[in-house]
């Protein structure tokens, strides 16, 4: 070690090096995990026919937002229409013959059985004019939620069926995110936690809450499928986005230095520090999460002392330096 004549003497000579030494910080931290996802719809389905039939009209726009019931399509019917006149038709009859045979039977001017084919013709007439009023329904095609219409893949008087794509139907003023994150950390997570999404293709950052995580992990990965969802009023997020979720816990105050500071020897990590008379002495240090090119200190260091961050390969253990500014 340098004597105090030593340090006389390179101070007189101009051999004493200057060396960044900022005094150490306290910063955040917290354990992150980065894990890629996609975007969904709150809501999504398919708008096909149930039934083999012609378009007879078109009742959408494309990109429209429409409400709960609002009519999409309408398929031909109009058999269907004259096929429930008659069948309304036929159940007034039955109707009005059950009227006509009631009191008769009372007065025993007609009897028990011929009333009770009657009703049971009634009855039949009724079942024929739900099942044909359930046919018609068939041939209109509502929205099932509120929701925004994508393109339309059809035209009027186009045939079709069960496998032809009409349009499709999103509920997007929110948006799902599913990712995966090892068990490990999943398991500190809990519906309603907080996470940051990155949407590259926008260039925005959302910030989401955790819906629902997997009943099941993955028995190979070893991961849980988490599901978050961002508010998405504005409706610039769509369905099928690439999502960067960001995902923290245990956030923390800890001393924190320069990735730059750090000396690896083997398995351990040391750092340059600084004592009251500027003498370089090494010391090894406890080290944690690495983040924004700082490293959390979890021994060894307080805040307040001074580490080397620039000059570390040009100093000696025992030597003293002299402190400058950073530009």
Do not use: H, W
């Not at 370089?280 to 021994?299: A, L, M, P, W």
């Not at 000059?311 to 950073?326: D, F, L, Q």
């Amino acid at each position: 070690m340098l004597t105090n004549q030593d340090t006389k003497q390179q101070k007189r000579s101009g051999s004493v090096k200057a060396v960044l030494a900022p005094a150490i910080k306290m910063r955040e931290f917290s354990d992150r995990y980065e894990a890629f996802g996609n975007t969904a719809a709150d809501e999504s389905i398919t708008i096909t026919a149930n039934v083999t039939e012609y378009i007879d009209e078109i009742l959408f726009t494309e990109g429209e937002q429409v409400t709960a019931g609002t009519p999409l399509v309408r398929l031909q019917q109009a058999e269907e229409v004259a096929l429930l006149k008659q069948a309304k038709a036929s159940l007034k009859d039955q109707e009005r013959e059950v009227t006509r045979l009631q009191p008769l039977v009372k007065r025993g001017s007609a009897s028990k059985n011929e009333l009770d084919a009657r009703i049971t013709e009634r009855d039949r007439a009724n079942y024929r004019v739900a099942e044909i009023e359930a046919r018609l329904a068939d041939r209109t095609l509502s929205a099932p939620f509120d929701g925004t219409l994508g393109l339309r893949r059809v035209s009027p008087g186009a045939l079709v069926n069960s496998n032809t794509i009409i349009t499709t139907l999103d509920k997007i003023d929110r948006i799902k995110i599913d990712f995966t994150l090892p068990t490990a950390f999943a398991r500190e997570l809990n519906t309603g936690d907080r996470v940051t999404v990155d949407i590259p293709d926008l260039d925005r950052t959302y910030t989401a809450n955790i819906m629902s995580l997997d009943s099941r992990a993955d028995s190979v990965s070893r991961t849980l499928t988490v599901r978050a969802a961002v508010d998405n009023q504005d409706r610039k997020l769509r369905a099928g986005m690439l999502a960067y979720t960001l995902v923290e816990q245990n956030r923390r105050q800890a001393p924190a230095v320069l990735e730059s500071a750090i000396i690896a020897i083997g398995a351990k990590q040391y750092v340059l520090k600084l004592d009251a008379d500027n003498l370089v002495e090494r010391i090894e240090v406890g080290v944690g999460t690495r983040f924004d090119s700082y490293v959390e200190i979890t021994n060894g260091l307080k805040a307040g002392d001074r580490v080397i961050t620039d000059g570390v390969n040009s100093v000696r253990i025992g030597e003293t330096v002299t402190i400058r500014e950073a530009k």
